[in-house]
Structure formats: structure tokens, C-alpha cells
């Protein structure tokens, strides 16, 4: 069965360091979307993503956050300079249909600022 | 996005079904029900959506009434794998570009 993977599993950082995480959609999906849960705390909308800009972006996804795809697999989010509210884990998605509320997630990137 | 009212928890025992009920009185016209689950911190993964009709798959079955004020999940022989979070989510037209909004979900925890 396809699935979205995500990497890395888990990464520790400093405070003000940039952060990458990296997402494989799954191959014939065109919507992809990052979402996070602090740990604890409700699963968040972030932003979503089609035909190579951002379709919608919640009030968290400031001038801090941005995503890219970089080539026809990936799918990145990065945090120019974590903050220690940060810390949570990242899930990306991905979906086929436009709109659709049917979303396949990966397993997450847990993200951990000390 | 309506609002949706989840029972915090719920338990369950092996093999029996579970029916986990969600309230959304104030859903509209084009929202449709969408169910997830979560996993201990695992991504949440799709259950099942709906618009009006009962719906069924080879994970669930999904019954809304019919004025859509409310829903039920069913898992019809419910295993120690399907304790998890259960979220009902309610959204316009399949959601704003996938915008889904989690609320606290329902602790299902099923029982040997």
C-alpha cells in the first residue's frame, strides 16, 4: 500500500538553528499539506500545497515557517530559527483530489528545540 | 468548519462492536463527516467520510441521521489494535484545500 514517508524520525536542535523536515508524498498526489501536534495538544493545520504554491496557511505557519518542493518527490518544511514552542511532531499529508478531506499522513518527524 | 462534540472516552470490549457518536447540530448543507483515528502519536490515518447516506468500508461503517446533527462510527468487531483517538471532523465541500480541524477525539480503549 503507498505511503507518505517522512524524515528524519526525530531531531534534536538548538534554539535559532534552521530545520528541514522532509516529506515523500505519495506518487500520484498533487495536494500536500503540513500539520503538527504538540505533544499533549490538538493535531494542527499548518499550510497546504498545490501546483507548486501554498493554497492556505494557518496563523502559525508565520514568516518563520516555509515549504518547497524541490523536485518531483519531495515535499520540505523548514523553520528558519526554532523557537522552543516549535517542539512537536510534524506530520505531513498528502491527498489526490482537490479539496479532498481524505488525507493519507505519514508517520511524523518529531522536532525537539532545546 | 462546524463544530463537533465528541465524548472524551469510551471503552470496548474485544470483538464487540464499538459506536462512537459525534454531535455537529450546527453542520451545513455541503459539510460532510469525516472520521479519523490517531494511533499512539502515529499520524492520523482516515476512517471514513460521509455526506448524507450511510456509508461503509472495509474499516467502519458510518450513520448519519437524518437531519445531519449527529453521526455514528461503527467498528463492527472491535480488536486490541483499535484503541486509538477517534476524531470527527466536519468540513465544507471535502474541506478548504484539506484543511482539517482535529478536536480532542474520543480515547477509544478496547479491552481484552
Known amino acids: 500500500e503507498p505511503e507518505v514517508t517522512q524524515t528524519p524520525s526525530h531531531q534534536v536542535t538548538q534554539m535559532g538553528q534552521e530545520v528541514i523536515l522532509r516529506c515523500v508524498p505519495i506518487?500520484?498526489?498533487?495536494?500536500f499539506y503540513w500539520y503538527r501536534q504538540i505533544l499533549g495538544q490538538k493535531v494542527e493545520f499548518l499550510v497546504s500545497f498545490y501546483n507548486n504554491e501554498i493554497s492556505e496557511k494557518s496563523e502559525i505557519f508565520d514568516d518563520q515557517f516555509s515549504v518547497e518542493r524541490p523536485d518531483g518527490s519531495n515535499f520540505t518544511l523548514k523553520i528558519r530559527s526554532t523557537k522552543l514552542e516549535d517542539s512537536a511532531m510534524y506530520f505531513c499529508?498528502?491527498?489526490?483530489?482537490?479539496?479532498?478531506?481524505?488525507?493519507?499522513f505519514g508517520e511524523g518527524s518529531r522536532l525537539t528545540v532545546l | 468548519d462546524a463544530k463537533t462534540t465528541q465524548p472524551p472516552s469510551m471503552d470496548c470490549a474485544e470483538g464487540r462492536a464499538a459506536n462512537l457518536p459525534c454531535n455537529h447540530s450546527?453542520?451545513?448543507?455541503?459539510?460532510?463527516v469525516y472520521w479519523y483515528r490517531q494511533i499512539h502519536s502515529q499520524g492520523p490515518q482516515y476512517i471514513i467520510h460521509?455526506?448524507?447516506n450511510n456509508e461503509t468500508n472495509e474499516m467502519a461503517s458510518l450513520i448519519i441521521t437524518e437531519d445531519r446533527k449527529s453521526s455514528t462510527l461503527i467498528l463492527p468487531h472491535a480488536t486490541l489494535r483499535d484503541t486509538a483517538v477517534y476524531y470527527c471532523i466536519v468540513g465544507a465541500g471535502g474541506t478548504s484545500y484539506g484543511k482539517l480541524t482535529f478536536g480532542q477525539g474520543t480515547i477509544l480503549t478496547v479491552h481484552p
Open positions: 450546527t453542520i451545513s448543507g455541503n459539510e460532510y
Open positions: 460521509g455526506l448524507k
Open positions: 506518487s500520484n498526489h498533487l495536494y
Open positions: 499529508a498528502s491527498s489526490e483530489l482537490r479539496g479532498s478531506g481524505e488525507l493519507f
